[in-house]
């Protein structure tokens, strides 16, 4: 069973408006959680974390927000840049501390048209 | 620096037969994972290893799955007797540590991973 879901498998967004990427989970003892950005024929690149103590973490255009009660963190980037096209997946670890396993989302492909 | 790599980036093998992949992660990362993403699916854990420990091999698939890290630094995953399902992209990534709190951050770098095909 699939413990994190992105149930987006696509979004198409105009360049300089924003984009929203959204993941559930099911698994309410993640603890920490990261968004990675993929392009064709390269390995995930990290994007951007967050830690279940925060529910906002900003970095430059990119800005993650977790809803722990919801069990829901979506990825708002501001402004969408056609450089920003990707499959962004995220990502879920039960432990702060141990990251032995990580739980992963099927990805949202971002299309950002110019 | 260089980056975690992988090889080979592609292989096409006939059902039944073995296959080797491997992954080079970065240098002084002491934690490796491999990962598999087949069609329209998530990435999915297979094994992970950490410094000297014992690897947490429960994402490995059946016992045809196999892997391992020598000296701590190049890994190798073996397929036995390759099944069309195992077709899937192959990914490797390395971690400064399998810790979190003040000694590591769990960003993981991957490689750009293998493409197994199985006909």
């Known amino acids: 069973d699939q413990q994190v879901k992105q149930n987006s498998p696509s979004l198409s967004v105009q360049e300089g408006r924003i984009s929203i990427l959204n993941c559930d989970y099911t698994?309410?003892?993640?603890?920490?959680f990261l968004w990675y950005k993929k392009y064709p024929a390269e390995g995930p690149t990290f994007l951007i974390s967050i830690s279940s103590i925060k529910d906002k973490n900003e970095d430059g255009r990119f800005t993650v927000f977790l809803n722990k009660s919801a069990k829901h963190l979506s990825l708002h980037i501001v402004p969408s840049q056609p450089g920003d096209s990707a499959v962004y997946f995220c990502?879920?670890?039960?432990?702060?501390?141990?990251?032995?396993?990580?739980?992963f989302g099927s990805g949202t492909k971002l299309n950002v048209k110019p | 620096g260089a980056g975690v790599s992988q090889s080979p980036s592609n292989k096409v093998t006939e059902k039944g037969k073995d296959v080797e992949l491997r992954c080079d992660p970065i240098s002084g990362h002491t934690a490796l994972y491999w990962y598999r993403q087949s069609l329209g699916q998530g990435l999915e854990f297979l094994i992970y290893?950490?410094?000297?420990?014992?690897?947490?091999k429960s994402g490995l698939p059946s016992d045809r799955f196999s892997a391992e890290r020598t000296g701590g630094s190049v890994s190798t995953l073996t397929i036995q007797r390759t099944q069309q399902e195992d077709s899937a992209v192959y990914l490797c990534?390395?971690?400064?540590?399998?810790?979190?709190?003040?000694?590591?951050?769990?960003?993981?770098?991957f490689g750009p991973g293998t493409r197994l095909t199985v006909t």
């Open positions: 698994n309410s003892m993640f603890d920490y």
């Open positions: 290893f950490q410094g000297n420990s014992a690897p947490d």
């Open positions: 990534a390395s971690s400064r540590s399998g810790t979190g709190g003040a000694s590591g951050s769990g960003e993981q770098y």
């Open positions: 990502a879920a670890s039960p432990s702060l501390y141990n990251f032995n396993k990580f739980y």
